[in-house]
């Protein structure tokens, strides 16, 4: 059973701005986790996933790999060495290139002697709605039923788990799998881009072990007080 953490995702356009971000919390003697996503990882590279371990930093590299097994299976042995904690693809790649995928990140995570990382699934990405699957993507099942057969896929490939709203959350629980949830505001907060948003509270009763909060706390006028009344929450 893994412990419930709130990750800080670090949507900056470069690391001068990550690390303005973080020097109060370094101050604090806090270590969050952190999510890296494509804008920050295709600007600063490998070195910066280096740099902030040496700072501590446990990291979720947020890169959504899609592409054919063989190619998939080499990036994540490039990934698995880089020894961060979490990361992840998209499951509409199939069964077979997830399985890949988990080959050739435990495989890189051994070879430098680290810890194979926790490997999860974008089921369906948040801005596809019943209209887009049916009308672009000519799938004729529902929302709700193509995210669960994509959940056992990636349950059958020997993933960890899903990247998914609170609301879903409890779908990943019953399959045995790890949820991990962003869209998350605080009451009162401001929704922004997000539809469906719940509260570190409620993800936590629906069983989420990992939520993934942005602007709540990166654009707080106190960031530090912001991620620990989340992480109060979502103790
Ligand atoms: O600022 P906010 O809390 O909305 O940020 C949420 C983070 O989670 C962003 O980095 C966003 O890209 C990511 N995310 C999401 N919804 C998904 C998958 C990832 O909001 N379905």
Known sequence: MNKREVIIACDFPSKQELYAFLKPFENAKIEPFLKIGMELFYREGPELIRELQKKGAKIFLDLKLYDIPNTVENAMKNIGRLGVQITNLHAS???????????????????????????????????????????ELLVGESLTKTVKHYAMNAKTAGLDGIVCSAHEASLAVELGLIALTPGIRMDGDAVNDQKRVATPAYAKEQGSTYIVVGRPITASPDPVKAYLACAEQFS
């Open 93 to 135: 790649g199939g069964v077979k290139m997830m399985a890949s995928a988990r080959k050739g990140l435990d495989e890189g995570a051994l070879s430098v002697g680290a810890k194979p990382p926790i490997l999860l699934a974008v089921t369906l990405l948040t801005s596809i709605d019943e209209v887009v699957l049916k009308n």
